[in-house]
């Protein structure tokens, strides 16, 4: 079955630290990778996709960036921290060419304290 | 720009009864457009979807309406259960590495 992983599932975190969270997806091969963050009571913002290893695409300039090492492993990371930063972040993914939408991972609650 | 979005922030309806939530879009260059609920604390969950070049599509107690001439979208719950409330979210797929852009989302709240 196929199915996605998203660690942790909360953090704090001081201001000015660094980042890495992780998503793994199993049971597909070649997906096309997502990371979305939603701030509290909001909707949800693109932040990175990636249709393949090593091939990263940024929606909107930010304090984060995406690595893509192996083909199911998508990671968001941040060199240092900012306040801003904090809110729910959520991993995605689709099959080429599938009509069933995301399958979303279960989330990071991130608070940059 | 493009943007998917929501008439209702907020939506209040009694135990039984149907719901509907709303959903403007501007951008047409879509091949789906989706719906998911999100519960407190999880990701998105799908709901149902509707290509483009259909009018309406029906699920388990769920329909959606795609009205393309006014660009509306809307979401039907049938008989709506304590279990339905949660924060739903219309969205539209790109054809471009099939991106999925969410609107802001409306709370449904069923009333026991």
């Known amino acids: 079955s196929q199915t996605i992983h998203q660690w942790p599932a909360t953090l704090v975190q001081p201001v000015g630290s660094p980042l890495s969270l992780e998503c793994t997806v199993e049971g597909t091969s070649n997906p096309n990778l997502y990371w979305y963050r939603q701030a509290a009571g909001r909707g949800l913002q693109l932040l990175f996709y990636s249709v393949g290893i090593g091939q990263i695409s940024s929606e909107v300039p930010q304090n984060l960036s995406a690595s893509r090492p192996q083909d199911r492993q998508f990671i968001l990371s941040s060199k240092k921290l900012l306040l801003s930063d904090s809110g729910f972040y959520l991993c995605?993914?689709?099959?080429?060419?599938?009509?069933?939408?995301?399958?979303f991972g279960s989330g990071t609650r991130l608070t940059v304290v | 720009g493009e943007s998917v979005g929501l008439h209702l922030p907020t939506l209040s309806v009694q135990e039984g009864d149907n719901s509907i939530i709303n959903c403007a879009y501007s951008n047409s260059a879509s091949d789906y457009f989706i719906w998911y609920k999100q519960e407190s604390g999880k990701g998105p969950q799908f709901i149902i979807d509707i290509r483009s070049n259909m009018d309406k599509r029906q699920g388990q107690r769920v329909t959606v309406l795609l009205n393309k001439t006014v660009k509306h979208l809307s979401l039907q719950i049938a008989a709506t259960q304590p279990g339905d409330s949660a924060v739903y979210f219309c969205?539209?797929?790109?054809?471009?590495?099939?991106?999925?852009?969410f609107g802001p989302g409306t709370s449904l709240s069923v009333i026991p």
């Open positions: 969205a539209e797929r790109k054809t471009s590495y099939d991106k999925v852009i």
């Open positions: 995605a993914w689709i099959s080429r060419g599938g009509s069933y939408g995301y399958t």
